[in-house]
């Protein structure tokens, strides 16, 4: 089955226009885009959006910086940003991504990220366009902005750089994704922990990113990872395209795993 990557979702330092090593308007489809090139990315933004690019810019920006220092490695190369002022302009170029002309995305799904381009539905229709997030809550559009970044540095080391392919392996896209973004949060944790107790974990990984604790499950079996396996070893996970060569690169079974991820919560 293929997987396509849509999910979401500081201190905000002011920049000065000096930041921006260029200012120029190009057109690409129907939306006219703004231009602001930085060392690691380009950034492409609408005249709706112009008030908070500063802060978009240093979201990415410490993003970049925070994921490159957590797994020790840079990213591979530069990448594109795109901040889209309205939801029909970006199921236009999900449409475009996914060759499928009839895709209507849900409400929740705000972004998108693979190994040479990341997506985001402006932050600013959130409260009107969107459900289930928040467009005044400025950790949380972090939170957002880093979980595609990840996305984006694990589809640059993945062999499918798109994720187009993965199998059986949502659990570990999503859930380094929200590990590593900060979204594994003390209450999703403690969710989990009431889970365990009543014995209402899922028999196996393929239903961790699924139903309405799925960052909690995912998250937390992939901080079990880098806790008991190693740092090192959760990066090269993310170079895997299945499941059981995943397991067999973690020299455990489905099982074991998830018993002992289990075990370490209770």
């Known amino acids: 089955?293929?997987?396509?990557?849509?999910?979401?979702?500081?201190?905000?330092?002011?920049?000065?226009?000096?930041?921006?090593?260029?200012?120029?308007?190009?057109?690409?489809?129907?939306?006219?885009?703004?231009?602001?090139?930085?060392?690691?990315?380009?950034?492409?933004?609408?005249?709706?959006?112009?008030?908070?690019?500063?802060?978009?810019?240093?979201?990415?920006?410490?993003?970049?910086?925070?994921?490159?220092?957590?797994?020790?490695?840079?990213?591979?190369?530069r990448f594109d940003?795109?901040?889209?002022?309205?939801?029909?302009?970006?199921?236009?170029?999900?449409?475009?991504?996914?060759?499928?002309?009839?895709?209507?995305?849900?409400?929740?799904?705000?972004?998108?990220?693979?190994?040479?381009?990341?997506?985001?539905?402006?932050p600013k229709t959130w409260n009107v366009q969107a459900c289930d997030h928040n467009g005044n809550d400025t950790t949380e559009i972090r939170q957002v902005i880093w979980h595609e970044l990840v996305h984006v540095f694990h589809g640059q080391y993945n062999p499918d750089h798109s994720f187009t392919y993965i199998e059986k392996l949502d659990w570990l896209v999503e859930g380094v994704a929200t590990y590593v973004s900060g979204q594994l949060t003390g209450k999703r944790k403690e969710r989990i922990k009431e889970l365990i107790a009543e014995k209402k974990i899922p028999a196996t990984l393929d239903n961790f990113w699924k139903g309405p604790e799925k960052y909690g499950l995912s998250g937390s079996l992939v901080a079990y990872i880098d806790k008991v396996y190693g740092r090192r070893k959760l990066f090269e996970l993310l170079k895997f395209t299945n499941k059981q060569d995943a397991l067999q690169f973690l020299g455990t079974t489905e099982a074991q795993l998830i018993a002992d991820w289990q075990n370490s919560l209770k």
């Open 81 to 122: 940003v795109y901040i889209f002022p309205d939801r029909t302009l970006l199921d236009k170029q999900w449409q475009k991504d996914w060759g499928d002309s009839t895709f209507r995305s849900q409400c929740w799904m705000i972004a998108s990220g693979v190994a040479h381009r990341l997506d985001v539905l402006s």
């Open 1 to 77: 089955m293929t997987m396509r990557i849509m999910f979401c979702y500081c201190l905000i330092v002011l920049v000065t226009s000096k930041s921006f090593a260029k200012n120029v308007i190009t057109i690409h489809d129907t939306i006219e885009w703004k231009v602001s090139d930085q060392r690691e990315f380009t950034l492409h933004y609408t005249k709706e959006d112009e008030t908070m690019i500063n802060a978009i810019n240093n979201y990415l920006r410490s993003g970049v910086g925070f994921v490159t220092g957590f797994f020790d490695q840079a990213f591979l190369k």
